[in-house]
T-cell receptor, first 111, second 114 residues
């Protein structure tokens, strides 16, 4: 399958805890991105990391990329109830222009 | 940034009928994308809609089932034809941000086929 695999499929934590989601893929990539989807609505772009980058930060988000292992992780620090959503990794494969989405992680942050 | 709207936001349809979903963008864009998200699943690209040319469909999707129009640079429609319950999904349109690498998504159309 072209889709990336994400784990865990579902994650339940308390407010204030950190949430870590992982994404693996099989092909070479130009970049890898993370999107958030609230309650089956439209997706919101969170962060993009290029294939020559290893780590990137944006507010409470930290993304890492290990191209040798073909994997990426998204860390949300000090989580809030409002972070409850589904999170998808998406990549642009080398030589193509299309986004390929991973299977997603459903995050539940309880107050 | 871009503001994208979709109509309808949701619909319940009978099998065998067709539904046309509209996607409106507040700025001119060359490429628009249509995705399907089946219940509990990830997004799958249906096709890329380019103004002035026929849409480019992904493997597993055909024009007869999902005809697309792109009459101008701010608007596109996707029709789900001869619907069956398996077509129950969220359908989303998207447009590129600064480059095709990242995309703005519309709010989606939630379709239930009975």
């Amino acid at each position: 399958s072209q889709q990336g695999e994400e784990d865990p499929q579902a994650l339940s934590i308390q407010e204030g805890e950190n949430a870590t989601m992982n994404c693996s893929y099989k092909t070479s990539i130009n970049n890898l991105q993370w999107y958030r989807q609230n309650s089956g609505r439209g997706l919101v772009h969170l962060i993009l990391i290029r294939s020559n980058e290893r780590e990137k930060h944006s507010g409470r988000l930290r993304v890492t990329l290990d191209t040798s292992k073909k994997s990426s992780s998204l860390l949300i620090t000090a989580s809030r109830a409002a972070d409850t959503a589904s999170y998808f990794c998406a990549r642009v494969n080398t030589g193509f222009q299309k986004l390929v989405f991973g299977t997603g992680t459903r995050l539940l942050v309880s107050p | 940034s871009a503001v994208i709207s979709q109509k309808p936001s949701r619909d319940i349809c009978q099998r065998g009928t067709s539904l046309t979903i509209q996607c409106q963008v507040d700025s001119q864009v060359t490429m628009m994308f249509w995705y399907r998200q089946q219940p509990g699943q990830s997004l799958t690209l249906i096709a890329t809609a380019n103004q002035g040319s026929e849409a480019t469909y992904e493997s597993g999707f055909v024009i007869d089932k999902f005809p697309i129009s792109r009459p101008n640079l701010t608007f596109s429609t996707l029709t789900v034809s001869n619907m069956s319950p398996e077509d129950s999904s969220i359908y989303l349109c998207s447009v590129p941000l600064e480059s095709v690498e990242t995309q703005y998504f519309g709010p989606g159309t939630r379709l239930l086929v009975l």
